[in-house]
């Protein structure tokens, strides 16, 4: 694992813009991995401006997300495939079909995360993939306990996941209880993990994940047997 300590969440965004970019720009096929939440929002509008300026055109990418909430559509405000359109997806030259997000409205939640997984192995993996934290060390919806073997799948929420993605909701009720998410394996076959992680409340998850004991109970600690990780982080004492 690679840390790289950035001053604060601005400079963090900044940076992880920069290496999205480069990415984009040097490659003739990219397959992105793209997260959601408070964390890469900011990457997003850094990166869009550098694709607009430069007017790249992004027919040569492919982008997989990591996670949908079971039960909304993407006509809805709270859905990630909403929250990808309106943040990324309108703003650049990127055409629909080239973007996949889990359908969590789909009728057979079991056939959406088998086509979900075949569809990535059918693009030859995902090459770049961000990630977010949770503060209980999930990554993409992996609560604690998820197997390191498992594919994608539908997941429980846990108490305090719900607990903090009702900030974007408008209480704890309208939180959806389950989601569609990518599996660790899935994460972990990856070719390279650029992880964000902005403030001291993920400063347990994080040294849980990088310091602490390989364990399914710390979803994040899988990321110590991959082999191409970089960690962009504010948070002080971590390296
Ligand atoms: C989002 C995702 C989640 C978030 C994590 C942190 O697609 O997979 O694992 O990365 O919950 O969320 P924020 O960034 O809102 O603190």
Redesign the pocket.
């Known amino acids: 694992m690679r840390s790289v300590k950035v001053k604060n969440y601005d400079e963090m965004s900044m940076e992880a813009a920069m290496i999205v970019f480069d990415k984009i720009v040097h490659s003739n096929r990219l397959v992105l991995g793209?997260?959601?939440?408070?964390?890469?929002e900011k990457m997003y509008e850094y990166l869009s401006d550098m694709l607009n300026k430069n007017k790249v055109d992004l027919s040569h990418v492919t982008t997989v997300?990591?996670?949908e909430y079971v039960g909304l559509s993407p006509e809805d405000a709270q859905s990630?495939t909403h929250y990808m359109r309106r943040i990324f997806f309108d703003k650049v030259n990127i055409p629909l079909e080239n973007t996949n997000v889990p359908n969590g409205v789909a009728e057979d939640l079991e056939a959406e995360t088998k086509r979900f997984d075949e569809g990535i192995e059918k693009l030859g993996g995902v090459d770049l993939q961000i990630?977010?934290?949770?503060?209980n060390a999930?990554?993409?919806?992996n609560e604690p306990g998820t197997s390191f073997d498992s594919n994608t799948h539908v997941v429980n929420l846990t108490e305090s996941?719900i607990r903090?993605?009702a900030r974007f909701f408008h209480s704890m009720e309208d939180v959806p209880t389950q989601a569609i998410?990518l599996g660790l394996n899935t994460i972990m076959n990856a070719k390279e993990i650029l992880l964000m992680a902005s403030g001291n409340n993920?400063r347990q998850a994080l040294l849980d994940s990088f310091h602490g004991e390989v364990t399914e109970d710390v979803p994040g600690s899988v990321l110590q047997r991959h082999h191409n990780v970089t960690v962009l982080t504010d948070i002080d004492g971590f390296n």
């Open positions: 793209l997260a959601t939440g408070s964390t890469p997300n990591l996670d990630y990630l977010g934290i949770g503060r999930h990554i993409a919806f996941t903090d993605n998410s993920k």
